[in-house]
């Protein structure tokens, strides 16, 4: 199977890899390494011959590719990070159909319950063309990772993108322990259904070809288990409180719970570096000693913003004390401008935010500060300054957010969170739980943060801080490959 090594006894598979290059005028290539909780996590392995697999995103990722022999950055010059990583150069077209098609409009919307059902999803001819493209890509997931890995190493698939991968990749590697994780929701299973009954068993075969799959919170964890029941007919075992096991033609598969958390140490050292102290100058000048409301997200429709900000603004018609005392410093950041329903999403919340400004701005306040470029340092200095945090999503894998918040805070903020959040599972007992389809309702919380003591807030800020850092992205990492040993 080996086409040049087999020494990679602990091997991660993601979409969107480690690195990513842009290119320079001159053609040279510039690295750019990435964060998150994978690469934290991944931190935790020592072991040198440890191998991430990824696909190229862009034509610089391309390029690196070439100038990499079999795609093994490490082995092309390039600096990324310590570990070995193979990217895929995945034909293009495949990759857009793939991608765009079939992960975010089809399996994203799915699993957030997004679509809007009068008029879609419909699996037309198009559709069954980007499932093919979809089969591709996960092919060469699987066989990149066949190909590195050593006799008996475990291989641990991410998220949504590759849920074909376990099944194809034990298919062609018996030897191998296998776990796949998904950092998204699971869609219950009446809604699971409106996927095309070939496509719903493929999903669902896709990820049971793991021997541990794991989940944010025991409710997706069950979601998945009761599609796995109704559409294939697979036993599913509940007796244990930690853990569901799904038996489907003669294999079993472990569900398990693994709860992401925020990198306390990470965070704490990062959030007071001079480009954060730089900012957080800039938005205190801007904000003056008004409270302010905060959230930070990927402007992505799952996320909400749009009922978020019209929540602020009826908190802002209905307790009119509120105008000039209170600012809301709303960060939305680019996500998948690919996507039409994205760029529209874009467009509906800065008309919104218009709105918002049109109404109620005076000389001498700005109700609302909406920036949309991507600034990590300017989001932990709002971090730092928030009294209140809104995080009301539609539905949420995690919401790392809410997790930073609290660890990052200075004075104790209040969180107002979305119960439809993965986060709320550990969070509920010291946030503010809101529906996110009740904009009264968000509105109404958003008012009681606002009037907490300041002691109430400190405390549950500590808690919030020591729920939300319960499980490092390590030892996050860690439980999962034990889990492969057992
Ligand atoms: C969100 C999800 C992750 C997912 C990521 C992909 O952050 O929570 O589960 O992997 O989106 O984003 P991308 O920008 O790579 O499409």
Not at 240 to 264: K, M
Not at 389 to 395: K, Q, S
Not at 431 to 442: E, H, R, Y
């Amino acid at each position: 199977m080996a086409d040049h090594t087999t020494t990679a006894r602990v091997l991660v598979a993601s979409n969107r890899g480690p690195v990513s290059f842009g290119s320079a005028d001159d053609g040279t290539l510039t690295v750019k390494r990435g964060g998150g909780g994978l690469v934290s996590g991944l931190s935790a392995i020592e072991d040198p011959h440890s191998v991430w697999v990824c696909a190229a995103l862009g034509p610089a990722d391309r390029e690196a590719v070439r100038r990499s022999p079999h795609g093994r950055l490490d082995r092309g010059g390039f600096d990324v990070g310590g570990h070995a990583v193979r990217m895929l150069d995945i034909d293009p077209a495949d990759f857009d159909l793939a991608y765009n098609g079939v992960a975010n409009s089809t399996l994203w919307f799915l699993h957030h319950l997004l679509y809007a059902t009068p008029t879609a999803p419909a699996f037309d001819a198009a559709a069954a063309e980007q499932w093919r493209a979809f089969e591709r890509y996960n092919t060469a997931f699987a066989e990149a990772l066949a190909a590195e890995a050593a006799e008996g190493a475990a291989v641990m698939v991410q998220d949504y993108h590759l849920t074909l991968v376990p099944a194809l990749l034990r298919e062609l590697r018996p030897d191998l322990r296998i776990g796949y994780f998904l950092h998204i929701p699971w869609a219950p299973a009446d809604y699971f259904r409106m996927l095309p009954d070939e496509l719903a068993v493929a999903v669902l075969t896709g990820v049971l070809g793991a021997d541990h799959a794991g989940f944010h919170t025991r409710r997706w964890a069950e979601a998945f288990a009761d599609c796995c029941e109704q559409v294939l007919g697979a036993e599913v075992d509940r007796s244990d409180r930690t853990r569901l096991t799904v038996e489907h033609q003669g294999r079993t598969t472990r569900l398990g719970v693994h709860a992401l958390g925020a990198d306390a140490d990470f965070l704490r050292e990062r959030a007071h570096r001079a480009d954060v102290e730089e900012r957080l100058d800039h938005l205190r000048a801007a904000v003056g000693d008004r409270r302010t409301i905060v959230r930070v997200d990927r402007t992505e429709p799952s996320k909400n913003i749009l009922r978020g900000l019209q929540a602020y603004r009826h908190l802002l018609r209905s307790r009119p004390e509120w105008r000039e005392r209170v600012v809301h410093i709303a960060f939305a950041y680019p996500s998948r401008q690919d996507l039409a329903e994205y760029r529209d999403y874009t467009a509906a919340v800065q008309r919104i935010s218009r709105e918002i400004t049109e109404e109620f701005a005076t000389d001498s306040w700005q109700p609302l500060i909406l920036q949309v470029e991507d600034d990590f340092a300017r989001s932990l200095a709002a971090y730092r300054m928030a009294d209140v945090a809104l995080v009301n999503p539609i539905r949420d894998g995690m919401n790392l957010v809410a997790k930073e918040v609290p660890v990052v805070s200075e004075a104790g903020c209040a969180l107002v969170l979305s119960r439809e959040a993965g986060a709320y599972a550990e969070l509920a007992e010291d946030a503010l739980g809101i529906n996110p389809f009740d904009v009264v309702g968000t509105a109404e919380a958003l008012h009681r943060a606002l009037t907490m003591s300041p002691a109430e807030r400190t405390e549950r800020t500590k808690r919030l801080a020591a729920a939300a850092t319960a499980l490092s992205p390590q030892q996050w990492f860690l439980a999962q490959l034990a889990e492969l040993s057992s």
